[in-house]
């Protein structure tokens, strides 16, 4: 769910959901950031009627494995995106720009940046 470069996400991992914002990229370098605000939610199904019922539109679901790493003060997550379309790349996160600059140099050598391009694909599989 979407509003400009803002969206809503609802998450489920086994018994568990949750909702989350995420804030536009600002993205300087190889490095973007954004904020992220989690909230625990009981309800999904309910939790999207309440998004709808305020205007927020569904735009795309997915079904994601991702595998965690630890490194340092960082986060080095694969993430395989199996449905609608299969898609994997990595993600680092951390606290800061420093941790998340730091894992990507150990893995330079082998990984390559991503940009908008890599997730065209995901917009043929937008609801309308």
């Known amino acids: 769910m979407k509003t400009a470069e803002n969206f809503l ?7 568990k959901s949750e909702l989350t914002f995420k804030s536009g990229r600002d993205t300087k370098g190889k490095v973007s950031e954004r904020t992220e605000i989690n909230v625990p939610i009981e309800n999904p199904k309910n939790m999207q009627k309440i998004l709808n019922s305020l205007g927020f539109k569904l735009i795309r679901k997915n079904k994601t494995i991702r595998e965690y790493f630890l490194i340092d003060d960082a986060e080095l997550v694969i993430v395989k995106i199996i449905e609608p379309v299969n898609l994997e790349f ?3 996160e951390g606290k800061t ?3 998340v600059e730091f ?3 150990l893995f330079d050598k ?3 940046p991503v940009g908008k391009d890599y997730f065209a694909v995901l917009d043929n599989w937008k609801i309308e």
């Open 9 to 15: 996400r609802i998450r489920t991992k086994k018994e």
């Open 90 to 92: 990595v993600e680092i």
């Open 97 to 99: 720009k420093d941790n």
């Open 103 to 105: 894992v990507a140099r």
């Open 110 to 112: 082998i990984l390559e």
